[in-house]
């Protein structure tokens, strides 16, 4: 057994040791350069303040009823001078994608797509600096993510700058929706884009990015695991030495693999579960029925948004952006700015004060009705970070908009537990038995974000980096062992091949000269 598994390590290693250094190494400049986004805070810091004269807006069902469409979200904000509802809008029947379509908020009419030009005018506005070329495009390295499918197609803008930033405006939706830098795009080419195995030609098909990266790292955590064993096999169980190895590489390797193996195998094994492989985890969003129950039977709003944002503005908040949410069946305006949010109630055509959360009351009874069929849960209002619900970095201002804190958490006694935010009026998080799972198997295990760690970032950081460093060590021996593997028989090739070139030559320059009296005699 023992030759076995020997066999299979070496020819795995082999095939896929270029992979592991890649992997190492790649995953060094990931954890401190991630993959270019716009940030909630970018976002409504460059968006312009929402300007509403009194009576000016149509509420987004009116504006909806108008332009003849269905939607699930609504967004105010400007369009230069003007003011729009952006509608993530169901065209036609069936199962077509959803997709942001913009409104004029006075009349409803549908705006067409913008040009490349007004585009350009867009990103100039949001950058304060002036664009010097504009193209249209429907994905590249920077933009294949899935969750930009409903702003394509998109218009990529350059602009002037030293850091050679970028952004992408949805004509639709005639807004930027994502940035990058030049120092940031230089990076994620040895980072994410490596070690997610991210080129724009595969990824732009999700399933088949999906199956080669879990095929891949299925073969690579039997790798690390046969490392381990035979590692420990060594170790403990031959008696004649602990390293049975003489030659440098293979000695190294041993040595390498001792110090670095366990993390190797929970590293590559948690990357594969980062793909949730066969469905092994559950999602981590409340489902469709509890979205419903919290959002309840939907009422139109009636409040004229003009009115909502004075009342906004009389508590201090220069909102840049209007939401309209459905809470308990009632509609609400969420208005943002990047320090801030208010909600207003819209169901009345007076407006209401505006509120910096859902009543306690409220959160509590719409969780309770979250899930009928599992009972009662017990709820408690968090001001901390907990178990499941956590910030990996928790003095980013960001983090006050993707995880902020207070919010309210609900226990069910078959193990799932739901977030939710009152000062958003959204269902944050959701986590079931098998999310409790993933957060240690995945989360913890590939990125140590363990609360002990997350709370010294120094420690995490010097861990993170010196196990990849051990890693890289490791990964640069195997390395070397394969090439081994492979070059004796090249060059057994290539010997045999010269030898065979020669052979002629060399039989006729050994050959015996004919005797001259022969010669004549022959003649």
Known sequence: ?????????????????????????????????????????????????????????????????????????????????????????????????????????????????????????????????????????????????????????????ALVGEDGLELYVSPDAAEVVRDTRRAERFWNWLGAVPHWIYPTVLRQFPAAWHHAVVWLSLPATLLALSGVVLGIWQLFLNRSRWIPYRKFWLRWHHIAGLAAGIFTLTWICSGLLSMNPFGVFSARGATADERLRWAGQPTEARLDPAEALRQANRQGVAARELELLHVAGQPWYRLQSAEGQLLVRAEMRDPGQAIAALPAATVQSLLAALRPEAGAPTMRRIDSYDDLYYAREAADPNTRHTRPLPVWRADWTDGVAAFADPASARILLRSDASGRWQRVLYHGLHSLDFAPLLARPWLRHALVLGFSLLGIGLCATSCVIAWRALVPSRRRQASAAAAGALRPQRQSESAPAAHPARARKAL
């Open 1 to 157: 057994m023992k030759k076995a598994l020997i066999f299979l390590h070496k020819w795995l290693g082999v095939v896929l040791a270029l992979f592991f250094l890649m992997w190492f190494a790649s995953g060094v400049v990931l954890y401190f350069v991630p993959f270019p986004s716009l940030t909630p805070v970018e976002r409504l810091q460059a968006l312009p303040a929402l300007q509403l004269p009194p009576g000016c807006c149509l509420t987004a069902e009116e504006a909806a009823r108008r332009a003849g469409l269905r939607f699930s979200e609504a967004r105010m904000g400007m369009a230069g001078a003007d003011p729009v509802w952006r509608l993530l809008a169901h065209e036609g029947q069936g199962a077509a994608a959803p997709h942001w379509r913009t409104l004029d908020a006075h009349s409803g009419a549908l705006r067409p797509p913008l040009s490349d030009a007004q585009a350009a005018a867009v990103a100039e506005a949001f950058s304060g600096r002036r664009a010097q070329h504009a193209e249209r495009l429907e994905r590249d390295q920077w933009t294949v993510p899935q969750g930009l499918d409903p702003y394509r197609p998109l218009v990529k803008v």
